[in-house]
């Protein structure tokens, strides 16, 4: 088995009067989620061999306040992953398939969307994740993603 974990940004401030998007920090409270999201994992021994991030400054920095609870994990941005529909993330998961545990950071409405296609087959069945939820899916070794291939072995939100 391996398993794919998403990791949902933690929450972030409203964009500023022209500031884009992809730039917005975390808030105060995104910070707090950050952390708690990475003792979950620790606590929950769902240790990342590789994280895959989107290049958004509030994945960024969702990214860095988990591995100062993890410790060093390589990470790698994909600008793929902003902005991202269900079948993108699947080819960037793909693209990192020999790895047994893979985290990747990134937005809604792709990742709930994702985590319901895997899980279920279909991906109208999101339930949503609110942020820095996680949902660690266990897929089988060696096997191509495709819908409903995973089990939802773990899910958690602050």
Do not use: K
């Amino acid at each position: 088995m391996r398993e794919l974990i998403l990791l949902r940004h933690a929450h972030a401030e409203p964009a500023a009067p022209g500031q884009a998007d992809i730039d917005r920090p975390l808030s105060l409270r995104g910070h707090a989620e950050a952390e708690a999201a990475g003792r979950w994992l620790q606590a929950h021994g769902f240790l990342p061999d590789q994280v895959v991030c989107s290049p958004a400054r509030r994945t960024r920095e969702t990214v860095e306040r988990v591995l100062q609870t993890l410790g060093f994990v390589d990470t790698r941005l994909d600008e793929r992953i902003y902005e991202a529909t269900p079948g993108t993330l699947m080819a960037v998961a793909e693209a990192h398939r020999d790895i047994a545990r893979v985290l990747l950071v990134g937005h809604n409405p792709g990742f709930e969307q994702l985590c319901a296609l895997l899980s279920t087959g279909q991906s109208g069945d999101c339930r949503g994740m609110p942020t820095a939820a996680i949902a660690v899916l266990r897929l089988p070794a060696g096997a191509p993603l495709e819908p409903g291939i995973a089990q939802l072995a773990a899910y958690w939100s602050p």
